[in-house]
T-cell receptor, first 113, second 111 residues
Framework: DVKVTQSSRYLVKRTGEKVFLECVQD?????MFWYRQDPGLGLRLIYF???????EKGDIPEGYSVSREKKERFSLILESASTNQTSMYLC????????????FGSGTRLTVV | QKEVEQNSGPLSVPEGAIASLNCTYS??????FFWYRQYSGKSPELIMF????GDKEDGRFTAQLNKASQYVSLLIRDSQPSDSATYLC???????????FGTGTRLLVSP
């Protein structure tokens, strides 16, 4: 019973391409998040959203944008892919509140060549 | 100072022993605390969360919280080789509705 689905497990893109990473959750969560994870650097927050059509920058938003047109879908866009964006990208969702732990998707390993 | 600090490890324990994983946090406004397990190449999965001082037990796992010392720990009893993974501590300040993660502790359980 997969609850947070990321569209691709592995992606290889060329430098300069526009890249779309899709995330869909079926738990009716208000909050959705995009992280990247790199060895030694841990999870770094790119963007997050508390509601449809709203977005907030995380710690490393440069080079990325997001879209949330529907509650269940949160898309990450790499406007012009660069090799330093090669990483594991993780989508997560949660309810707000004390027990608002994240449910993560299975991740997308993106390689930019 | 990092907001959430964990020893990167690896922490090596023999099978059957108790593994103790520690985490400190800097924001006194933090209100709930989470432990995630992440196997290599996989995404994190939630093991436990705690928001009251003291201990919370779930099977072989016990989370311990001491807000005065800004310290949270995870004990794994009867450790198994399948417990070998990276364990992430995460802290929630509900005013911000997002978790802040530590960089994780790698646990190795040897048969």
């Amino acid at each position: 019973d997969v609850k947070v689905t990321q569209s691709s497990r592995y992606l290889v893109k060329r430098t300069g391409e526009k890249v779309f990473l899709e995330c869909v959750q079926d738990m009716d969560h208000e909050n959705m998040f995009w992280y990247r994870q790199d060895p030694g650097l841990g999870l770094r927050l790119i963007y997050f959203s508390y509601d449809v059509k709203m977005k907030e920058k995380g710690d490393i938003p440069e080079g990325y944008s997001v879209s949330r047109e529907k509650k269940e879908r949160f898309s990450l866009i790499l406007e012009s892919a660069s090799t330093n964006q090669t990483s594991m990208y993780l989508c997560a969702s949660s309810f707000p509140g004390l027990s608002g732990g994240y449910t993560f998707g299975s991740g997308t390993r993106l390689t930019v060549v | 100072q990092k907001e959430v600090e964990q020893n990167s490890g690896p922490l090596s324990v023999p099978e059957g022993a108790i593994a103790s994983l520690n985490c400190t946090y800097s924001d006194r406004g933090s209100q709930s605390f989470f432990w995630y397990r992440q196997y290599s190449g996989k995404s994190p999965e939630l093991i436990m969360f705690i928001y009251s001082n003291g201990d919370k037990e779930d099977g072989r796992f016990t989370a311990q919280l001491n807000k005065a010392s800004q310290y949270v720990s995870l004990l794994i009893r009867d450790s198994q080789p399948s417990d070998s993974a990276t364990y992430l501590c995460a802290v929630n300040n509900i005013s911000f509705q997002k978790l802040v993660f530590g960089t994780g502790t790698r646990l190795l359980v040897s048969p």
